[in-house]
């Protein structure tokens, strides 16, 4: 897992407070969140039940417009049970006046058993609409024998002996338009004596009632059989709910229709598109349903829109937030590099110093050891007083001084540290082995020695098992006055080299002196 770069960077504190004004923000969210799902369920709640009410209140208007038009047949009905002596002509008045005082009325009629009207075999007089006029006619007469058990609307009134609606049709060839018909039957001497109807329009159903459609609404109304009495696409009409084209699925309608069975109610079906609530209401004076269809986006735009004011809050929160975040880790970050830049620099300053310390112990070291030196008057003194200081400098495994004898090209073994001088070889040519080679390159050399063995086979350093060998010529005014051989068990760093070369410039100086004593026989290259 790759990890953050600049949070690496980032101090304790300033994360403990980036982090705290983050869970601050982080639990204000979810306090929020928690606080609307409760303010929506509670709305929500509400305006499914209101929507349940407002299902209710256009079920009671369309069931008062259809008492008020139920009414006028029920009224004939009893006028006509009374009356046995009307005539045909107050027939035809009364049912204009029945059509004609009520505008949901289509056409009436009434019609009378076979002989009971004046010995005829069928009398039926049918007043209705016509264009801007009513036109009357005799159905017995003029149409069909209504008697016939195919006619329902008279059929199954007298065989029940009580009012009826009719399933909704169509009135084809005569009004050409969808109605339905509430059937009464009239009783003379404890028989049906015959049966008044009325026929209502039903294209005119929601507008006498008074029923406006809110916007994303949709009215349905279903028979007891769900066929529709009403639907805006009026071409639906009269057909059963699941055989017109709709935008829910089978089961969907299925739904539909047994809430529509069971009274007043809500569910939620969700379609393609969108979710919608449909509410349920009975109109119980025709034993029929209203469906009340509402898009659940449209009816719930307000908490829409409360909801989209806590995004816009809660995203300027976040920001705010974030803004908050970036300057506390900016400002930690400004403070920390100027620390860590402070700190940079003290160390600097305590590094320099703990240098020049080091310079300083270290020159004072080598002027100590080349103090030493100064008082040797013998070659033999003064190698060995070198050893020695090199020894307290530095550690140290071997040590060898050769002075040089330059009219024979050798070098002559001056004196040793850390092994017996008859161990190692009293003179070397120039150019044999490192040390020779030194001679003749005059250019200092350190080496790293991989094996043991190599150590058996360097003139003059025996058998020891160092790691490193240093070669350094002795030059004074660019004249060879010998090699200083060291054996090593690490290789010598910066400080220790210097020390080194201030030593070697010390002894070339003091070999220069002592070589201008004939008695030591000493002569430069």
Wanted: hydrophobic fraction near 45%; proline fraction near 4%; charge should be negative.
């Amino acid at each position: 897992m790759r990890s953050i770069p600049w949070l690496g960077r980032l101090p304790v504190g300033g994360l403990l407070l980036v982090s705290l004004l983050l869970l601050l923000v982080l639990g204000s969210m979810l306090y929020v969140r928690s606080e609307f799902r409760s303010y929506s369920a509670r709305e929500t709640g509400e305006l499914q039940s209101a929507q349940i009410v407002r299902a209710q209140s256009h079920a009671h208007q369309i069931n008062a417009l259809l008492n008020q038009a139920s009414s006028v047949a029920l009224v004939t009905a009893h006028v006509l049970s009374v009356d046995t002596h009307i005539h045909e002509a107050e027939l035809y008045e009364l049912l204009k006046r029945n059509v004609g005082d009520h505008p949901l009325i289509y056409g009436a009629a009434v019609a009378f058993e076979p002989k009971v009207f004046g010995g005829r075999a069928l009398f039926s007089p049918y007043v209705y609409r016509s264009r801007d006029t009513l036109a009357a006619i005799d159905i017995g007469a003029e149409s069909y024998d209504y008697t016939q058990p195919q006619w329902e609307w008279y059929s199954i009134p007298k065989q029940q002996g009580r009012p009826v609606w009719t399933e909704p049709y169509f009135d084809e060839g005569a009004g050409n338009i969808n109605m339905v018909t509430f059937s009464v039957p009239f009783f003379r001497n404890g028989k049906v004596a015959g049966i008044t109807t009325i026929d209502l329009d039903l294209s005119k159903l929601l507008r006498l009632a008074e029923i406006d459609a809110k916007e994303g609404e949709e009215i349905l109304i279903l028979s007891r059989q769900a066929n529709l009495v009403y639907r805006k696409q009026t071409q639906d009409i009269s057909k059963p709910l699941g055989s017109v084209q709709t935008d829910f699925s089978a089961q969907g309608v299925f739904q539909l229709i047994r809430l529509a069975s069971g009274g007043a109610g809500l569910i939620e079906l969700r379609t393609r598109d969108q979710l919608n609530w449909i509410s349920s209401a009975p109109i119980r004076v025709s034993d029929w349903s209203l469906l009340l269809r509402t898009d659940a986006n449209t009816a719930s735009r307000g908490i829409l829109d409360v909801r989209d004011q806590i995004l816009q809050l809660a995203s300027a929160i976040v920001l705010i937030a974030l803004a908050a975040a970036i300057a506390v880790w900016r400002l930690v970050m400004q403070r920390r590099k100027a620390a860590a830049t402070l700190l940079a620099e003290s160390r600097q300053r305590e590094k320099a110093q703990q240098q020049l310390l080091e310079e300083m112990e270290v020159r004072t070291r080598v002027s100590q050891v080349a103090a030493e030196m100064r008082e040797a008057e013998q070659p033999e003194v003064l190698a060995d007083r070198l050893m020695s200081g090199l020894n307290r400098l530095m550690d140290i495994s071997h040590g060898a001084l050769y002075v040089a004898r330059p009219d024979q090209q050798t070098l002559r073994l001056c004196g040793v540290y850390g092994i017996p001088q008859d161990q190692v070889g009293a003179t070397c040519r120039y150019g044999e082995g490192l040390t020779g080679q030194c001679a003749v390159e005059r250019r200092k050399a350190v080496l790293e020695i991989p094996t043991d063995d190599f150590w058996r086979l360097v003139p003059g350093l025996g058998e020891s098992m160092p790691r490193w060998l240093m070669t350094i010529p002795i030059v004074h005014q660019d004249v060879l006055l010998g090699v200083l051989e060291l054996a090593l068990f690490a290789e010598p760093d910066a400080h220790q080299q210097q020390m080194i070369d201030e030593l070697s410039s010390s002894l070339a100086l003091h070999l220069k002196v002592l070589s201008r004593d004939a008695s030591h026989g000493l002569e430069p290259a």
